[in-house]
């Protein structure tokens, strides 16, 4: 049976399609997709912050909370990052081939409701996005196979850091693109330069990760000596 601090932790699973969605399908007029978008990744964020202090002060840390925490917190991140590489609005569109290469902020022709041909841009480049995928998943496997083998990785402070990174981007570039939406160029090297700082800091962060636990992960491909000779 869940806790509530785990159902707090699992909310971000919820939350996660929703702004997906939200950011997807709402319009763009007003800026109401990536305003509404916004909002759900604050509330996204708030879940994190409180399904820790929710726990401890019901004292019901748990084993699943501790494994179920980071798995929705790169669920729900990168759910949303790879969305706003898409542009706003998509739903109903038929869009093209997007024109800038893959570090850039990509733009895309597409037909509007009345056949109009109109432009529409993402929110962050893919090449970034795909490095702090990369990255997670990387980490999300030496987990799995240390839990296999009853190790453990120690979290680092970096990882940490580049939580919040991602979350601050997520909801600061949405916000401003809410804000600004008319000034989309200067919208799109805001969140290009925060997006690529968030690629910096995964990347960066995975290397110190990996060598805090080198001693760990070394045991990963220890061999196991030979089993005794029942007969000798």
């Known amino acids: 049976m869940t806790t509530l601090a785990d159902n707090i932790t699992l909310a971000r699973l919820a939350i996660a399609p929703v702004a997906v969605l939200s950011y997807l399908a709402l319009p763009i007029d007003g800026g109401t997709a990536f305003f509404i978008c916004a909002i759900l990744c604050g509330v996204a964020e708030i879940t994190d912050w409180l399904d820790g202090k929710v726990a401890r002060a019901r004292k019901e840390v748990s084993d699943f909370g501790k494994?179920?925490?980071p798995f929705c917190d790169v669920f729900y991140r990168m759910a949303v990052m790879l969305a706003a590489v898409l542009p706003a609005g998509l739903v109903g569109l038929s869009v093209a081939e997007p024109t800038n290469p893959l570090w850039q902020t990509p733009t895309y022709a597409s037909l509007g409701s009345e056949g109009a041909l109109i432009l529409g841009t993402g929110i962050f480049p893919f090449l970034p996005v795909l490095l702090m995928v990369l990255r997670e998943i990387v980490a999300g496997a030496?987990?799995?196979?240390?839990?296999?083998?009853?190790?453990?990785?120690?979290?680092?402070?970096?990882?940490?850091?580049?939580?919040?990174?991602?979350?601050?981007?997520?909801?600061?570039?949405?916000?401003?693109?809410?804000?600004?939406?008319?000034?989309?160029?200067?919208?799109?090297?805001?969140?290009?330069?925060?997006?690529?700082?968030?690629?910096?800091?995964?990347?960066?962060?995975?290397?110190?990760?990996?060598?805090?636990?080198?001693?760990?992960?070394?045991?990963?491909?220890?061999?196991?000596?030979?089993?005794?000779?029942?007969?000798?």
């Open 67 to 69: 494994l179920a925490d």
């Open 142 to 232: 030496l987990r799995a196979m240390c839990a296999s083998k009853g190790l453990v990785l120690a979290a680092r402070t970096s990882g940490k850091v580049k939580a919040w990174f991602q979350g601050f981007t997520l909801i600061s570039s949405l916000g401003v693109a809410a804000l600004f939406g008319e000034h989309m160029d200067a919208v799109r090297w805001y969140a290009f330069v925060l997006c690529w700082l968030c690629a910096a800091f995964s990347v960066l962060s995975m290397v110190e990760y990996l060598w805090a636990n080198r001693t760990t992960l070394a045991q990963l491909t220890a061999a196991k000596p030979p089993a005794a000779d029942e007969d000798g």
